[in-house]
């Protein structure tokens, strides 16, 4: 019932940017938290960056002074710009939305994910 599409990754040399898009679209009331990960091949997938409704960010340690998180809650939007790029931020990105409430079941808070989008940096 609900879709996120992941936008803008890609190949990037070192010290370049990228800007991830995520678009949660359907039954959507309310998301209170949405937020990017990360999965390198043979490591855990891991929290990159956060945001709540009311603009709460948190960042991994890796990413802070790097990277910047924004939302924009009308459009049910998340973004995340990645500035000085090294070849360690090489994974798969995930969009996560947190806490999502739906029209059609206001009871219940759920959870989504989408399917990623590969950032590469590499010279």
């Known amino acids: 019932q609900v879709q996120l599409v992941e936008s803008g990754g890609g190949l990037v040399q070192p010290g370049g940017s990228l800007r991830l898009s995520c678009a949660a679209s359907?039954?959507?009331?309310?998301?209170?938290?949405m937020g990017w990960y990360r999965q390198a091949p043979g490591k855990q997938r891991e929290l990159v960056a956060g945001?709540?409704?009311?603009?709460?960010?948190n960042y991994a340690d890796s990413v802070k002074g790097r990277f910047t998180i924004s939302r924009d809650n009308a459009k049910n939007t998340v973004y995340l710009q990645m500035n000085s790029l090294k070849p360690e931020d090489t994974a798969v990105y995930y969009c996560?939305?947190?806490?999502?409430?739906?029209?059609?079941?206001?009871?219940?808070?759920?959870?989504?994910w989408g399917q990623g989008t590969q950032v590469t940096v590499s010279s």
């Open positions: 359907g039954s959507i009331g309310t998301i209170y938290a």
């Open positions: 996560n939305a947190d806490g999502v409430v739906l029209t059609t079941s206001p009871s219940r808070v759920y959870d989504y």
């Open positions: 945001i709540t409704t009311g603009s709460s960010t």
